[in-house]
T-cell receptor, first 114, second 115 residues
Framework: AQSVSQHNHHVILSEAASLELGCNYS??????LFWYVQYPGQHLQLLLK??????LVKGIKGFEAEFIKSKFSFNLRKPSVQWSDTAEYFC????????????FGSGTRLQVQP | DAGVIQSPRHEVTEMGQEVTLRCKPI?????LFWYRQTMMRGLELLIY????????DSGMPEDRFSAKMPNASFSTLKIQPSEPRDSAVYFC?????????????FGPGTRLTVL
């Protein structure tokens, strides 16, 4: 079965540190890739998505992600985190099976210390 | 745009009671999704509708769960009878149905606690 893995479950960083969150999926076909963020007490919001073209995708709030097809990865990056980036981050994949629903990773809880 | 609206935001009920969760998708969106978030299983799809028709309900746990979408602006997820293991946050999401690259917009969720 197709799956999405986020190996970092809990990440603690200091402000201004660089961030990279891993996301890998297991599916050999065409995929559409998403990163969502869930701030404490809030609903999921889209950070960025990839469906074709330039594999380096830029999103909101200074986040970017790179799709590396050969590695089945879509890692999220930010060069300098802020305290306000404290949240849970979810990688999600839509695989070209025609099923519109997203398959989510287990999430990474990011804690940024001031 | 008001975004996806869900009600209630919090629900506490006793085992065996019927629970109904409600969702109003973004106007003009043709697809509606119900997800459940738990600590053990993360975010998982329960069911999704396209143009008010259920397309994939393979994630619905069992017969105690049912979902309806009587029109383009309203959907319900019903649990009858509820059990403590149903305690979770239930999210509704909608999208424009422009293909598999659609962005799904999520509601604030309903936090359900079954005692």
């Amino acid at each position: 079965a197709q799956s999405v893995s986020q190996h970092n479950h809990h990440v603690i960083l200091s402000e201004a540190a660089s961030l990279e969150l891993g996301c890998n999926y297991s599916y050999g076909g065409t995929v559409n890739l998403f990163w969502y963020v869930q701030y404490p007490g809030q609903h999921l919001q889209l950070l960025l998505k990839y469906f074709s073209g330039d594999p380096l995708v830029k999103g909101i709030k200074g986040f970017e992600a790179e799709f590396i097809k050969s590695k089945f990865s879509f890692n999220l990056r930010k060069p300098s985190v802020q305290w306000s980036d404290t949240a849970e981050y979810f990688c999600a994949v839509n695989m070209d099976t025609g099923r519109r629903a997203l398959t989510f990773g287990s999430g990474t809880r990011l804690q940024v210390q001031p | 745009d008001a975004g996806v609206i869900q009600s209630p935001r919090h629900e506490v009920t006793e085992m065996g009671q019927e629970v109904t969760l409600r969702c109003k998708p973004i106007s003009g969106h043709n697809s509606l999704f119900w997800y459940r978030q738990t600590m053990m299983r993360g975010l998982e799809l329960l069911i999704y509708f396209n143009n008010n028709v259920p397309i994939d309900d393979s994630g619905m746990p069992e017969d105690r769960f049912s979902a309806k979408m009587p029109n383009a602006s309203f959907s319900t997820l019903k649990i009858q009878p509820s059990e403590p293991r149903d305690s979770a946050v239930y999210f509704c999401a909608s999208s424009r149905d422009q293909g598999v690259a659609d962005t799904q917009y999520f509601g604030p969720g309903t936090r359900l606690t079954v005692l």
